[in-house]
């Protein structure tokens, strides 16, 4: 991939130093359970599960997934409480939320939040 990158443009090159240097993946699994938790929170009444009060935690849900992922890219030092809470808040959809994306999106959540939750920079110790 090295071989790759070093006859590639320099954005690419920027873009994956950038990528190495974050949980990029977690924050992405994050990003795709929160865009899930949401928009199958506003399906038409006959695909869902639950009823109306689902739709606004389903919203606030998924929208707060998708802050947590971003928020994951952005501050990677705080990759601890970012990685906990989005697997907090992935469980809490299966609950609030047709049930997380019909499972889907729980599932997502958790495997973001876990990979985020696990990351640590290259030769740097993780107490």
């Known amino acids: 991939m090295t071989a790759v990158l070093a006859r590639s443009p320099r954005g690419l090159w920027s873009f994956a130093r950038w990528r190495q240097r974050r949980p990029f ?3 992405t699994w994050l990003i ?7 928009r199958t ?12 009060p689902g ?22 030092y705080y990759r ?3 990685g906990g809470l989005g697997m907090f808040v992935a469980v809490c959809a299966l609950l609030g939320s047709n049930l997380g994306a019909l499972g889907l ?23």
């Not at 795709?32 to 949401?38: F, Q, T």
């Open 32 to 38: 795709l359970a929160g865009v899930l938790v949401a």
């Open 55 to 76: 739709r606004s935690l389903g919203v606030g849900f998924g929208g707060l997934l998708i802050l947590l992922g971003l928020l994951a890219w952005v501050v990677p």
């Open 25 to 27: 993946w977690g924050g």
């Open 41 to 52: 929170s506003v399906l038409p009444v006959a695909v869902v599960v639950t009823g109306t």
């Open 105 to 127: 999106g729980t599932a997502f959540g958790i495997l973001g939040g876990a990979m985020v939750l696990a990351w640590a920079p290259a030769g740097v110790a993780d107490d």
């Open 80 to 82: 601890h409480a970012w």
